[in-house]
């Protein structure tokens, strides 16, 4: 029993530095609740992709001509492809936490023995997941449909996993701040959707005017959907490796961010 009691005081934990079963658990957990309403999860964000796809090839495709020297449909569908897996990544750690509050059982989720940056990590790993998923499927459908490869795959994974994160972490942040649905949804309708649609999704930035052009650098998406543009076909508007290093930096934060509320239990043991 003393010996029990010295190893709680000096923070050692029985099961090691880090409880790879908890954080196994929890990550599993937060990947089967997305797979079981999979049409929902995976299916619908592809049906979207493929609708807006659809609508702006036909709407705006035969009359736009080439963009970076690729035709429309090939300079859209990156864009299209990484707004999605962002949207969904965002939707699945934050929808996890608020749902948790709002129905009572987040306490499930402190109680076990989870380090703060453990949960952080479970509940990335969800995103992380959906993210990948989401991105696969409709590259594939893609690649089937418009015929698009990978330029340099590297940098394709490399900013799709860093955007998964990135809105994962700010899914997280979201959650915590979040008591109820409405202002879950408050956040998604005035900082998500914005941040997703002025990126560089539907254009490239070089046409735009000056001042908007700097405001687009400033946001980090534009980044994301850059780098996975120039992963698929070749092209983009800054330098991949600023990119990575930018969204390295953003990400770092935000789970730093996340971290920190979960070790002080902001509006969590409330």
């Known amino acids: 029993m003393e010996m029990a009691h010295n190893e709680v005081q000096m923070g050692v934990r029985r099961f090691g530095r880090v409880n790879w079963l908890g954080l196994y658990t ?15 999860t995976l299916l619908a964000p592809l049906v979207t992709a493929a609708l807006f796809l659809t609508i702006f090839s036909l ?24 707004m999605t897996v962002i949207q ?48 696969v499927a409709i590259w594939l459908g893609m690649a089937l449909v418009v015929g698009l490869g990978l330029a340099h795959p590297f940098f394709a994974l490399a900013f799709i996993a860093l955007g998964a994160l990135f809105l994962g972490a700010l899914g997280i942040l979201a959650g915590v701040v979040s008591q109820k ?13 914005p941040l ?6 539907f254009y490239s930035v070089e046409s735009l005017p000056q ?20 992963g698929i076909i070749g092209r983009s508007d800054s330098s991949p490796w600023l990119g990575i290093v930018v969204m390295g930096v953003v990400t770092a934060a ?11 239990g902001t509006k969590l043991k409330s």
Not at 211 to 229: A, E, K, Q
């Open 26 to 40: 929890l990550a599993m957990r937060e990947v089967r609740r997305f797979a079981t309403v999979w049409t929902q």
């Open 59 to 82: 709407a705006i495709g035969p009359s736009r001509g080439d963009v970076m020297g690729v035709p429309f449909v090939h300079f859209l569908a990156p864009g299209i492809l990484t």
């Open 88 to 135: 969904n990544a965002f939707a699945n750690t934050s929808s996890s936490i608020v749902i948790s509050k709002v129905q009572g059982n987040i306490v499930d989720t402190l109680m076990p023995p989870l380090s703060p940056i453990e949960l952080v990590l479970g509940y990335l790993a969800g995103g992380l997941a959906r993210g990948l998923f989401v991105a």
């Open 181 to 193: 649905f409405d202002q879950m949804a408050a956040i998604t309708n005035f900082i998500i959707t």
């Open 196 to 201: 997703s649609f002025l990126s560089g999704t």
């Open 211 to 230: 001042w908007f052009r700097v405001i687009t650098h400033l946001n980090p998406v534009f980044y994301l959907i850059d780098g996975v543009r120039f």
């Open 254 to 264: 935000l789970i730093f961010t996340c971290w920190v509320l979960f070790k002080r």
